[in-house]
């Protein structure tokens, strides 16, 4: 079981830029969520998705956005890249009451 | 992270029991959790208890939960220079969002 996995690990884009990030869940799991931790700080939330549906969403703006595929993959797009969007994005997969496992993130610096 | 607050450091001798402590504020809180990332990595999960709980051992992890002071803390026996990280706490309501602290940083010396 390859667990939680992410791509890419690194990116670097521009100011303005449109970024997508991709998860493939742990073997079994049907529940993606996506949390973004700026330097030094603990995770923040900002959606779950379940049965291809944002389930719960956190206190992000619209230019978070997400999507989750049949196969329970998941795909976190954000438009109009900020300085201030530079973070590890964490992914972290579920089933039931499981406990939530991570993958290694996405380092993303804006510049 | 303002619902749950830990405390930032921890210097630990190596050998010697490790306590890092936690609140919360949520009393509708059903799992508590806690995670370990080391730098430049993903967060990986220790263990958890659910709120109806008020110990967890697990090999050398002792999970303990006062839910009437909303206070968890993570205990390690004989911590190792391996478990120098950071540690986060977290809490959810019905699995859905996880709400993490700022994290303790544990720093083993020799």
């Known amino acids: 079981d390859a667990g939680v996995t992410q791509s890419p690990t690194h990116l670097i884009k521009t100011r303005g830029q449109q970024v997508t990030l991709r998860c493939s869940p742990k073997s079994g799991h049907d529940t993606v969520s996506w949390y973004q931790q700026a330097l030094g700080q603990g995770p923040q939330f900002i959606f779950q998705?379940?049965?291809?549906?944002?389930?719960q969403r956190g206190n992000f703006p619209d230019r978070f956005s997400g999507h989750q595929f049949p196969n329970y993959s998941s795909e976190l797009n954000v438009n109009a890249l900020l300085l201030g969007d530079s973070a590890l994005y964490l992914c972290a997969s579920s089933f039931w009451e499981s406990g939530a496992f991570f993958g290694q993130g996405t380092r993303l610096t804006v510049v | 992270g303002e619902d749950v607050e830990q405390s930032l450091f921890l210097s630990v001798r190596e050998g010697d029991s490790s306590v890092i402590n936690c609140t919360y504020t949520d009393s509708s809180s059903t799992y508590l959790y806690w995670y370990k990332q080391e730098p430049g990595a993903g967060l990986q999960l220790l263990t958890y208890?659910?709120?109806?709980?008020d110990m967890k051992q697990d090999q050398r992890l002792t999970v303990l939960l006062n839910k009437k002071d909303k206070h968890l803390s993570l205990r390690i026996a004989d911590t190792q220079t391996g478990d120098s990280a950071i540690y986060f706490c977290?809490?959810?309501?019905?699995?859905?969002?996880?709400?993490f602290g700022a994290g303790t940083t544990v720093t083993v010396r020799a």
């Open positions: 998705y379940y049965e291809e549906e944002e389930r």
């Open positions: 208890i659910f709120s109806n709980m």
């Open positions: 977290a809490e959810t309501v019905n699995d859905y969002k996880l709400s």
